[in-house]
């Protein structure tokens, strides 16, 4: 069963996909990984806020664990106060961790080594896209003026959904025009009585080639855009029915917009440049699954991802996530040790047949994700079939990040330093607590019973913390005092990619608001 990628025939059987939907699945890492270009350029929050033992919290990181998470009710606001008791948390944290050791049975289980080892290749491609993407944007201010008045403008159209088997209707049609041409492949695709209508703003959340297609250059009336591919066999088709200009007025709404239009402007071409990366990396890579073996996994994992609903897994908590992967893993090796197909061959990618064991070492690492938040039971093949594409597309992005030495990067590390010591200090904390016969605090858990829980246990052991490593901890007051929280309540989640969540939850192991420890650095 061939698998090279884009266009795909109706039968599953064949698995035959050609090599442009490589090029279509690489641009669903940019989509979620645009603001790695923005830090890249500013540089900054690179500075080093405090040092703990042998690892270091930066500025950047201190703001991402306080305003990429929802905070408890007693640091939830930005007060010195609030600060003071977010810096303490972080460096608690740390300590924590360093009392659970290197050898317990967290670190010991194959689960979290493949949890961390996934994180950090996560964030090794995204730093990879920003090295690709980042350096080869260059601005074009006739460019940008454009979109800058076409920020403002709020689009009426009428619009009509067709499948790749209407596309090449639709390009035949050279000798309509305008309104025509919509209403002949509205015809076409069986539309009855006026086509629907509805408003675009250049703020709607909207398919990026959508947008694109209707704030990148100035339209008329009657224009029609398309066929705008939406999805892997969807298209849509535009007509402009009317539009409504609203200017910016106030100097922080044009600064605000004009920021927005230059964002949008680099994502896209970030987008553009990471998509033929991609493609050109996989465009000569063939993967062929074997038609018994598919048929037997897609079986085993539909049930497993159909019940929850795809991509909803990794949401639920954060925590558990390396139990229930492995829990993945362990259903699907009870079945084929059954069934004795462990060793038997699955797919073969770029010339090495890849046995169902070898799938699901990668797998541990990498959990599936489906490019469709939503299907039905029959389309599952499809998209177990793309989703596993997009895993080794993954693997070969790997492959070229450890080449460059992406994993060796202090950004790297101490990314992947930040989720290895928070679930650690978790571990430990647990730990901690079932030997004084008390329950870890939930994140549904009351104030007062978090606040109980700090008072009666957690404040006074990390307190002794505190002090038992002090010598070992320094705080950079300068940069400390120059951070600026807000107060919204945020979960920042990435879409579309094996570990959505951006940081590790808050965490919760002191509320102590005094600073009496450490050497602090003026």
Partial sequence: MMMRVRTMTRDVDKMKIFDSTWKTAAAWIVILTIFLIMCAKKEKGGEI???VGDRKITADEFMRRAEFTVRPAYCRQNSGTDKTIILNSLIAEKLAAFESGEDNALARNPSFKAYIRGRKEQMMRNVLFGR?????????????????????REYHVAYCTIGGDLVRFAEEQETIS????FDAVYRKAGGLGPPPERTVSWESEENPAVHRAL???????DQVIGPVQVDEEQFLMLKVLGWVDRPAVTDSGVRQRNDDVVEAWEREKAEA???NYVYDLMKNKRLDFDPDMFGKMAALFRPMVMRPRPNALPFMNQNKLPEMQQAVIDSVRREMNKQEFEGGPFFTFDGKT??????LEIYASHPLVFRKSKFSESEFPEQFKFAVADL?????????AYAKGIDRLPSVQAYEHMWQDALMAKYQQYMYLQSRNTAMPSANASPADIERILDDYLNPYTDSLFVQYSDRIRINMPVFESIRLTRIDMVALNRNVPYPE?????????????????TRVE
């Fill in 132 to 152: 690709i993407a980042a350096d080869k944007i260059r601005p074009d201010t006739s460019e940008l003026n454009t979109r800058y008045r076409m920020a403002g």
């Fill in 273 to 275: 440049v990471w998509d």
């Fill in 215 to 221: 704030f990148s250059e100035v339209l008329v009336r």
């Fill in 502 to 518: 951006t940081v590790p939850s808050f965490p919760m192991l002191t509320n102590k608001s005094r600073l009496n420890f450490g």
């Fill in 392 to 400: 080794m597309r993954d693997q070969i992005i790997n492959r070229e």
């Fill in 49 to 51: 806020l405090a040092v």
């Fill in 178 to 181: 305008g309104a025509g041409l």
């Fill in 354 to 359: 890849w046995t169902v064991a070898d799938f």
